[in-house]
């Protein structure tokens, strides 16, 4: 069975710059998939790596603008 969250871990559509960053966290969800139980906690898991895996793409293109 597909996990339909792992749609949100593919960077193949990204710069490279950018695929640098999120290709690891997509390692790991899939890694996540691939070894732990589905459960809640899995489900879980995935959710705050996707958070993490967003934030890092965003500093990595983050740009500072005075208020």
Not at 14 to 22: A, D, G
Not at 44 to 60: F, G, S
Request: proline share 7%.
């Amino acid at each position: 069975m597909e996990e339909a969250i792992l749609q949100f871990f593919k960077f193949e559509h990204l710069p490279e710059k950018l695929q640098t960053i999120s290709k690891p966290f997509g390692d790991m969800a899939n890694w996540i998939v691939e070894k732990l139980p589905r459960n809640p906690e899995r489900t879980t898991a995935l959710r705050k790596l996707l958070e993490a895996k967003d934030a890092a793409v965003r500093a990595n293109i983050f740009v500072a603008t005075p208020i």
